[in-house]
């Protein structure tokens, strides 16, 4: 079994969370620094800081974030404002994905280190949907481009819906998640993104929540989000 599934199986950390673990030479397998991509095999120690990795059972952790401009998505407690720091929950969790540090609004977390794959990867085709608003009024032909793909790091972003709600604001519902994906779309079209909020993840809503509340996610609406990353 590769480390950052092993890993994230123990519901200690994520897989991305257990590749930067790696990255800074803090995983050991059988005594020896462990390099991205290892495979691990029934009796191998493995160990982070030197410490083995709890293996008790513990209640599965499901919450919903509406976060607020300034925190920052990363466990990394170096890092002044994390989110980890910032919820100050009674065991480990970790972030589903992330929100740059001046994007706000819905934001999964969780300690159930399985879902995070499934949900992070782009083929699954599981929708994110935001509300932007931009410096200057919208046109049909930024919308046109917007839902059609734009080239952004050397890539074409998948065509997605995007619609129009006011003047400067559009939705837009995305399949993918690249780096700063929706602002770097709209600056490659000759805008800039003044205020950007994410309202739902796959079938998670805010549902009123607060700006800096969280809550645990209800059973059926867990229930569902599990089924549908089945």
Partial sequence: MRINKYISETGYCSRRETDRLIAAGRITINGEVCERGADVEPGDIVLIDGQEIPREERERVYIALNKPIGVVCTAAESVAGNIIEYVNYPSRIFAVGRLDKASEGLILITNDGDIVN?????????????????????????????????????VVTKPCEVY????????????????????????????RVMKLERVRIMNITLDHLERG??????????????????
């Avoid at 509300?131 to 046109?144: M, S």
């Fill in 118 to 154: 499934k949900m992070m990867r782009s083929e699954h085709n599981h929708e994110k949907e935001y509300i932007v608003t931009v410096d200057k009024p919208l046109t049909d032909e930024f919308i046109h481009a917007m839902s059609a793909g734009v080239e952004i790091l050397n």
């Fill in 213 to 230: 509340k969280w809550r645990h996610l209800e059973p059926a609406e867990l229930d569902k989000l599990l089924s549908l990353l089945q």
């Fill in 164 to 191: 129009r709600q006011d003047e400067f604001v559009f939705r837009i519902i995305l399949t993918q998640g690249l780096n700063l994906q929706i602002r770097r779309m709209c600056k490659a079209l000759g805008y």
